[in-house]
């Protein structure tokens, strides 16, 4: 850190366009850059008084036939505890584990999302693992089906249980919940669920459209509308038509924006900037936001006739916090999926390390469990992940509860037997959380799910019915 108190970042790049982004990005948050046009200049600059007090470095692989690793290895070398940021093009997951295994500490996709940029290099900095290889992670095929989303905690097989009968409606739903939780499987999840399964789902990060082109990204533009619009632009309502857009992070969306989506929403036509007709589309709208919707309404920042136009049906996802009876379940799932990612192989994952990760609170829930788990199934060596293979996960965990006191203990049922003021719930209301766990567990297989309960099918049936029991719940 300079004098000054800036955190000082070396980017590693000969394009001045590409500087200029970055330094102004990164400016946002108290950053100052410097720049070396190869590894040459680079390795050279360490040696200087501004590369004595580097916080991190940033290497844009620009060529596509270079290898970036043996750069990397040779700053980890000379640097080994500084944090080192591959920016590239190519999202390739063997390129990744390439570079982790060399020593890069994270790995940025472009386009370069000023947010993904920013949270990258405080996720480096604090050395916490939120964060952590996020774009990458991210291209981890995660289409599933409702029957296949691992998760049995009531709360969110109940979560799961509105979404599945909102698929079959064309009504717009409002997924709510914080950053990582899996609004986007779940909205992948409606999406193959409807009628409109077999067409696209075009998804919209609002949040990373720079406010001058939201209207452009989404509704599209004829050539020539503005300065700039040297070609004609397909908006992603027209991308979408026949099938799902997917507004993610929504609660960003400038109010001037809101305006127009609202126009759409209500009279189901688009017009294009500069266009002279409008046109008709038929897309189903799921969107999603980290925030309280209604709290934003309140505020004056979201407007309140679009919040109800978005909110004809609202599922609410739990924190994974709250349903930490489910992380074994996930992690396993997890390491099935990264393992089949080329480069990395099947890993186990011992007890020992599953009662460290079931004490942890993951404040980036799901997202940051996944990439926990991508980041030690890279450098492990063994057979099976052990506890060893979480440091920052165990480092953390250990000031929380230094903070806190002891962490509690994960539960494998999820059943609460008290109300909040210590009287028992009703049996009727426990046992319906019971089904929907076992429904949940045991993926929708109801010929299981009444052998485990120890009843007939036909009564696990009449059970269903007389407690109002989904059986996607």
């Known amino acids: 850190m300079t004098r000054n108190g800036q955190r000082l970042l070396m980017l590693i790049d000969d394009e001045p366009a590409q500087r200029r982004l970055v330094a102004a990005i990164a400016a946002r948050r108290g950053w100052r850059a410097i720049f070396a046009n190869d590894g040459e200049m680079a390795i050279a600059t360490l040696g200087t008084q501004d590369g004595m007090q580097l916080d991190a470095i940033l290497l844009d692989h620009w060529a596509p036939d270079a290898d970036p690793t043996i750069l990397i290895a040779e700053l980890r070398k000379r640097r080994p505890a500084l944090p080192l940021l591959l920016l590239t093009a190519n999202s390739s997951v063997a390129q990744a584990v390439a570079a982790m295994r060399a020593g890069a500490t994270d790995f940025l996709v472009k386009p370069l999302a ?93 949040g990373a459209i720079p406010a001058n082109l939201v209207e452009s990204e989404l509704f599209g533009h004829e050539r020539g509308a503005f300065t700039g619009a040297f070609e004609r632009k397909i908006g992603r309502f027209q991308e979408a038509d026949g099938g799902t857009l997917f507004l993610d992070e929504i609660g960003e969306m400038p109010l001037e924006a809101q305006v127009k989506l ?65 992380i074994p379940a996930l992690a396993r799932h997890l390491l099935a999926r ?65 903070v806190t006191g002891p962490a509690p203990m994960a539960t494998s049922g999820g059943v609460t037997l008290f109300h909040p003021d210590g009287n028992l719930r009703a049996l009727e209301e426990i046992e319906a959380d019971v089904i929907r766990l076992a429904i949940g567990h045991y993926r929708g297989r109801m010929t299981e799910v009444a052998r485990r309960l120890g009843i007939g099918r036909s009564t696990l049936y009449r059970k269903l019915g007389e407690l109002g029991i989904d059986s996607a719940a």
């Open 114 to 206: 000023p947010e993904r940029l920013l949270g990258a290099l405080d996720a480096a900095v604090a050395g916490k693992a939120a964060g952590e290889l996020r774009p990458l992670t991210e291209k981890i095929p995660a289409l599933l089906a409702f029957d296949e989303i691992v998760g049995s905690a009531p709360d969110f097989r109940a979560a799961l249980a509105i979404a599945a009968k909102a698929a079959r409606a064309r009504v717009p739903v409002l997924l709510e919940g914080e950053s990582g939780v899996g609004k986007e499987v779940v909205a992948e999840a409606i999406h193959a669920a409807s009628p409109r399964g077999k067409k696209p789902m075009i998804t919209v990060n609002c």
């Open 338 to 402: 990264i393992a089949q990612q080329p480069g990395l192989r099947p890993l186990g994952i011992t007890d020992e390390a599953l009662d460290l990760l079931g004490n942890y609170d993951w404040p980036g829930n799901v997202r940051q469990l996944q990439n926990a788990l991508f980041r030690a199934a890279v450098l492990c060596d063994g057979a099976a992940l052990t506890s060893a293979d979480f440091p920052q996960i165990a480092a953390l965990g250990a000031q929380r509860h230094s």
């Open 262 to 326: 609202l126009r759409v929403l209500q009279s189901g036509d688009i017009q294009p900037i500069g266009a002279r007709h409008a046109r008709e589309v038929d897309v189903r709208v799921i969107a999603a936001t980290n925030k309280t919707l209604i709290d934003e309404v309140e505020g004056g920042r979201f407007r309140e006739d679009l919040y109800y136009r978005l909110n004809v049906v609202q599922v609410t996802i739990p924190p994974l916090r709250e349903r930490s009876g489910d």
